[in-house]
């Protein structure tokens, strides 16, 4: 047994055959406030997605309300679904009532109490306007796509009303009004759900969850959930992504309480085995579906090597899809950590013990270069590191033998990470006196990355990101979105579909997500950034722990730093790892793999659960693969 594996000690619970079952430990993922616990990754669970569910008992309109008192009523009661929002259409004249057929775009308002009213009535007094102003605190389009809404922007809608049969005397009843659904969080919170559809990166080598927020009530769900699986991605991921399911596929979809049938009509070359991963893993979050059948041109497709009662009745929990599961690792992952110049590796995860532990093999597992920081390769073939200064990025096989290959020299390069694709992501700042797409080695601070410190955030605009397809082929990646912006951390997804990313503007920082596209010429951008946790003060560092969920060193208004787990549905509020450790500096995850977390001082933690961090021995910059 090695020295460090001494130093690794009293640490992480058993992973075993649970992980099997549940590959991808992910997000607990709740609506913006607080609500039922929905599994992520498809991963199963015994939470129901129905969990929750009030049916909302509607006032309705009362004899004698003036407009406003009549649109305030009309918002509190939208929040009732039943009967194709029956509720909301008593507010309506007859004509308005037949015609409103809201576009399935929400738009979030805190509660009653911030919105504010103002009516207009007309000389004659049969007409009226009711402008309602509120902050928007988010919206959901009609894909389902969750976003926060930017601070101080003001939701202002407008109604316009009218007496009934014209008669001054008649009843207010809305005329005209917006096409979304306008609710409060708490309503967003009891109609809506996150779910995870399910769909593949532009290589076929990794499922990508794409995030919506679907309506539910207790009616076929699993129904609507694949039929909007085959509509294909949301306008967000659409770039982003591939469906094997062709644009203007129309299933049949028949369930019942443990099973579906999806009936689809072949078209161009789709892959039966990628269309049931597709299924798969979008029905492991509805734990009462026990199997399901795919039908293809009238004849069931058999899945020789699934689990299930037979073979064209898979289990959508069967490892058979494994192979392209969305967290693009698998269970034996090891961890990575610097100890006394060398690199090392631990493994074989067993309650109170880190594992067995070992020097990394190769010219960088040695420390014959040394090392500001490093990133290890996906398949864990492959070790990438900033030299000590700064200036230049190696590569090396992990392997005895094997040579160092500088692959970017003569810049101040700041961060490493890797997608399942072999293709390694670097972040370059550029000097005061650089010119552009040159760095400036002078003066760049050397980070131990066995007590790394986090430097000051570079300044707006002087950031460049670089891909090396294969860990070779030099491309310079536009991230024109983020100019105005200090970028202060990245780290690709490792399916390389998104980025989270880490930016600072005049002193507050921001935790968002990216798409990314590679244009016909082969050109690679990042961009539309997806706010995530707005209620964090502040994140000192970012890890993909899944491949819906982030693992963040942050704090929130007044509090100490601790690690968060966001989940990147957009509406899910930032959950807790554990209680504070003081002097974490780093933080790394992957799928069904306990946290692991670095200190000031020298020291590696690790989270196995909701509460403690365990301290695990001497050792810095403890990262997964990725």
Known sequence: MSAPL????????????????CLLLASCATVPTTGPVVQGE???????????????????????????????SFLKDMGSFEEDHEAARSYMLSETREEWDPDGSVKVFTDLDTVDLEADIAEDGLTAVVRMRSPLVATIDGDGKYRSGTPGVMMNEQFTLAREGEDPEGEWRIRGLPDELILSQLDVERTHRPFNLYYFNPEGTALVPDPIYLPVSTDRIAERLMRRLMQGPTSWSEPAVRSEF??????????????????????????EFRMGAQIAWTLRQLPDIQEFTLV???????????????????????????????GAVLQSVNAYYAHEGQLWSASEWATETFGEAERVPGPLGAGDVPLDRFAVSV???????VTLGGDTVVTSLAAPGADVVEVLDEGIFTELSWDIDGNLWVVEEFGEDAEEGEGDAEGAETVDPETPVEPPPPAPGSSAVWVLRDGDEVVRVDVADLRDESLVHFRISRDGARA????????RRSLKVGRVEIGADGQVSVGDFVVLAGELADVSEISWRSADQLAVLGRREGGTDQVFLVALDGGSP?????????????????????????????????????????????GGSPAFPG
């Open 6 to 21: 001494d130093d690794l000690r009293r640490s992480v619970g058993a992973l075993g055959a649970a992980v099997l079952a």
């Open 246 to 271: 062709p644009e203007g596929t129309r299933p049949t979809v028949r369930s019942d309480a443990e099973s579906v049938t999806v009936e689809v009509t072949r078209m161009g070359d789709a892959d």
């Open 379 to 385: 398949d864990e073939s492959t070790i990438a590191g």
């Open 42 to 72: 498809g991963g199963a669970s015994t939470a129901d997605p129905y969990g929750g569910y009030v049916r909302l008992l509607p006032a309705g309109p009362q004899d004698g309300m003036n407009p406003d008192g009549l649109v305030g």
């Open 296 to 326: 293809v041109d009238g004849d069931g497709v058999a899945f020789a090597g699934a689990d299930g009662d037979s073979v064209d009745r898979p289990r959508p929990a069967s490892g058979f899809w494994l192979g392209v599961n969305p």
């Open 574 to 618: 930032p959950s807790s790892a554990g209680n504070s450790v003081t002097g974490l500096v780093t933080v790394s995850g992957a799928p069904g793999q306990p946290l692991v977390a670095g200190t000031d001082d020298g020291n590696i933690w690790i989270s196995n659960d909701r509460l403690n961090w365990k301290n695990a021995g001497e």
């Open 500 to 507: 989270a990313v880490v930016t600072e503007v005049d002193g």
